[in-house]
Nanobody, 131 residues
Framework: VQLQASGGGLVQAGGSLRLSCAAS????????IGWFRQAPGKEREGVSC????????YYADSVKGRFTISSDKAKRTVYLQINDLKPEDTAVYYC?????????????????????????WGQGTQVTVSS
């Protein structure tokens, strides 16, 4: 199993980035992919998640309206479009995979942002926003 996150960089406030998470080694539709971020000195926090099978999405309140998660099944890649970047978005962004096959959907809906439920993690990509 491998998750490869990419697309980070240094951008000015107000700019945009699209992060990518390329997945391999597992049945794509059996999993949900979450995006998390961790700023220096802070805990890792969930920002968004998508259930690959049906495209159901979840967002943290702090990013609603600016972040958009999507997936391309043919490419086995999940994207996180980030618009109107703010300095507080500066963090290492990670993608992670959570096996949801045959699990009640309510569990993902309630706990998608919980770090501990994810089985596999990518290596992270740095996003730095200058003011």
């Amino acid at each position: 199993v491998q998750l490869q996150a990419s697309g980070g960089g240094l951008v000015q406030a107000g700019g945009s980035l699209r992060l990518s998470c390329a997945a391999s080694g597992f049945t794509f539709d059996d999993y949900a992919i979450g995006w998390f971020r961790q700023a220096p000195g802070k805990e890792r926090e969930g920002v968004s998640c998508i259930r690959n099978k049906d495209g159901t999405t979840y967002y943290a309140d702090s990013v609603k309206g600016r972040f958009t998660i999507s997936s391309d099944k043919a490419k086995r890649t999940v994207y996180l479009q980030i618009n109107d970047l703010k300095p507080e978005d500066t963090a290492v962004y990670y993608c992670a995979a959570d096996k949801v096959f045959r699990r009640p959907p309510i569990l993902l809906a309630r706990f998608w942002a919980s770090v501990g439920r994810y089985d596999y993690w990518g290596q992270g990509t740095q996003v730095t926003v200058s003011s």
